[in-house]
């Protein structure tokens, strides 16, 4: 059973940067599409980013240009690095992952497995 911890979130103002860190517990972390996903407070959970297992990228288009999704395979860790934030990427931030032979997928209902979350407050 895999775990994700999330750590990283806070309390920035507008134009702050930001550096999530995913810790994805037992093996075989190459097999896994990494994705980044928040939940604002009264909305839907939606995706952020998508990083596959061979590495391709896929964001959302409001962090196009600001967000950066990576994974480190030595430290089994995945990390969003968002940069210019703005006071509506305030929200929780999930990272889950499905494995790579499923497919690629940016919807939250395909992926079964989850982190805690991790608040992200930006004020202006």
């Known amino acids: 059973q895999v775990q994700l911890v999330e750590s990283g979130g806070g309390l920035v103002q507008a134009g702050a940067s930001l550096r999530l860190s995913c810790a994805v517990s037992?093996?075989?972390?190459?097999?896994?599409?990494i994705a980044w996903f928040r939940q604002a407070q009264g909305q839907e959970r939606s995706m952020v980013a998508v990083?596959?297992?061979?590495?391709?990228?896929n964001y959302a288009d409001s962090v196009k240009g600001r967000f950066t999704i990576e994974r480190d395979s030595a430290t089994k860790t995945g990390h969003l690095q968002m940069n210019s934030l703005k006071p509506e990427d305030t929200a929780v931030y999930y990272c889950?992952?499905?494995?790579?032979?499923?497919?690629?997928?940016?919807?939250?209902?395909?992926?079964?497995?989850w982190g805690q979350g991790t608040q992200v407050t930006v004020s202006s």
């Open positions: 990083i596959t297992s061979s590495g391709s990228t």
């Open positions: 037992g093996d075989r972390f190459d097999s896994y599409h």
């Open positions: 889950a992952v499905r494995r790579s032979y499923l497919g690629y997928s940016g919807r939250s209902s395909d992926y079964g497995s």
